[in-house]
């Protein structure tokens, strides 16, 4: 097989940003399915990447910030109780099949490269949180706000604030990578 070499752009393909619709309700499913799709799929996958690359301890990273990308899910839920399990997006959907296209050469990647694999997902994981604190989820509480949601922009402040402390940790973990990391033996 060969194998391409995987660029961070790539990567960010794997990424599904929530998307605002002019009804809140479609809003938070869009919300929801994305934190769990980075909850249950993305983060877990980066994880397992640095795992397999010998950087267990970057892996409890990517772990700590899926676990927390779950309770920004939940937390939303908690104001929609009837919401049920949101429909799968397009763009998730598209994240998820474009994690399925590279994870073949990112697995054999990591045996010729494993410090440039890990790297490159340091800096996506960077990239989704920044994009979500600064671009997407303010959107959304001012959203809640204008309709005079005011339960719901506290909620998605809390989720700005969250995922700001996520850009931040991954900013560490790129400025101390590999130096502050050892690569266990494989």
Not at 52 to 77: D, M, Q, S, T
Not at 92 to 97: E, G, S, V, Y
Request: proline share 3%.
């Amino acid at each position: 097989m060969q194998t391409t070499e995987i660029t961070e752009d790539m990567i960010f393909e794997c990424f599904a940003a929530a998307s605002q619709h002019a009804d809140m309700d479609r809003t938070a499913e869009s919300f929801v399915d994305v934190e769990e799709y980075e909850n249950q799929i993305m983060y877990p996958e980066f994880a397992r990447w640095a795992e397999k690359a010998g950087y267990p301890e970057l892996a409890k990273l990517f772990r700590r910030v899926a676990g927390e990308e779950k309770l920004h899910a939940v937390w939303l839920r908690k104001l929609y109780a009837d919401m049920g399990v949101p429909s799968r997006g397009e763009d998730t959907q598209r994240a998820i099949d474009a994690l399925n296209t590279i994870q073949a050469n990112c697995d054999s990647l990591i045996a010729l490269n494993p410090e440039g694999v890990v790297e490159k997902a340091l800096n996506v994981a960077l990239r989704v949180e920044e994009r979500e604190a600064l671009g997407i989820y303010p959107k959304f509480r001012d959203q809640a706000l204008a309709e005079g949601n005011t339960e719901a922009a506290e909620v998605y402040q809390k989720v700005v604030d969250s995922e700001a402390q996520h850009a931040e940790w991954f900013k560490a973990a790129i400025a101390a990578f590999p130096n502050d990391y050892y690569a266990a033996a494989a």
